[in-house]
């Protein structure tokens, strides 16, 4: 019989004491035997690590590390990718409870598809049941994200896979060899430059991104996004999104692409505003655009070093997975939905 790949899960926490029961106990309880737990805490106040230690702390597949502060979604992640082992990394949201057979099903599917560099389970809402995220599509004007199936009945499991522009960071699974080619998270970004980031570069690297329908897990959902005001999630969409265009856009039509959005995205956000009486949106979209001007050169190098660690980037595979405007989701997921039913 043939030995199950080692599984790394890394569960980052901030202050999310009272999910943990819902999410280390299911998690531990998985049928998947080949795995170890890695439970990173970005400096939380409310006795989550202690209460850890006290429930879990006798389980051998655990280990529990303290960031003395909070590091964002990038800098936790990195800090348990850095003390990973597993053939596979499994990042995963501690408002998740998962089904005993999730990650065998992820893994099984990895293995027989090696051309899958990143892939995420069904993500269902946590009290409804219903579709978070079957994946996640981008279009290639404003880069907004949209999910597939969001707030719809679950048609149950299927050993079907999805192509997705980037699976959803609540819960996803990355090969070993495909993080060597697109790298760490870049910790200059609090949120937002994370699982997209990935899922662009996976992409480039001639790695697919996917959903594997056959595993299934449970997410509250904006557990910590919601901490952060609505103006400040605008300041980081905001530099990432242009982050995004100088690190991957091809070299030709990099400036072009660059103004376009600047732009394009400024009267989103404008008509944003207006719409919900909210001025101080203009200024965090203002003060993004003026922080990316100012690490211009850090963005560049970035650029630089994303094309020495992947080599020739496949443009033409990322483009395939880009909706050419955000107008045109409803009709392609109704198009991938029906397809799912039959």
Not at 55 to 83: C, T, Y
Request: charged residues 30%; glycine residues 8%; contains cysteine.
């Amino acid at each position: 019989m043939k030995k199950e790949p080692f599984v790394s899960i890394i569960i980052l926490n901030y202050n999310g004491r009272e999910f943990l029961e819902g999410c280390l106990g299911s998690v531990l309880k998985t049928d998947y035997r080949n795995f170890e737990v890695i439970f990173v805490d970005n400096g939380s106040t409310d006795g989550s690590v202690e209460y850890v230690e006290k429930r879990f702390g006798d389980d051998p597949r655990l280990k529990i590390i303290r960031n003395e502060r909070n590091l964002g979604f990038s800098g936790g992640n990195n800090v348990g990718i850095r003390h990973a082992k597993g053939e596979y990394i499994v990042l995963l949201n501690n408002d998740t409870i998962v089904e005993p057979d999730w990650l065998r099903k992820l893994v099984d599917v990895m293995e027989a598809r090696r051309d899958i560099g990143i892939a995420q389970p069904a993500i269902l809402f946590l009290d409804t049941k219903k579709i978070q995220t079957l994946g996640n599509l981008v279009d290639r004007l404003l880069m907004l994200v949209k999910p597939l199936g969001y707030d719809r009945t679950f048609p149950g499991k299927m050993p079907r896979i999805l192509k997705v522009t980037f699976p959803l960071g609540a819960c996803l699974i990355i090969r070993r060899e495909t993080l060597r080619k697109v790298g760490l998270f870049d910790e200059k970004f609090l949120i937002y430059h994370d699982d997209m980031y990935w899922g662009f570069l996976c992409w480039l690297a001639g790695y697919k991104a996917a959903t594997i329908l056959g595993a299934r897990i449970y997410h509250k959902g904006r557990a910590t996004i919601s901490k952060f005001k609505r103006g400040e999630r605008i300041y980081y969409d905001t530099i990432s999104r242009v982050a995004m265009i100088i690190k991957t856009e091809r070299t030709r039509v990099l400036l072009f692409r660059l103004l376009l959005f600047i732009m394009l995205w400024a009267v989103y956000i404008f008509l944003k505003s207006v719409r919900e009486k909210a001025p101080r949106y203009v200024k965090r979209l203002v003060d993004g655009y003026i922080w990316s001007l100012k690490n211009i050169a850090y963005l560049l190098t970035q650029r630089e070093l994303i094309r020495r660690r992947i080599g020739e980037l496949r443009h033409g595979a990322l483009s395939s997975v880009l909706l050419p405007n955000p107008i045109v989701f409803k009709s392609i997921e109704r198009r991938i939905l029906s397809k799912l039913n039959k």
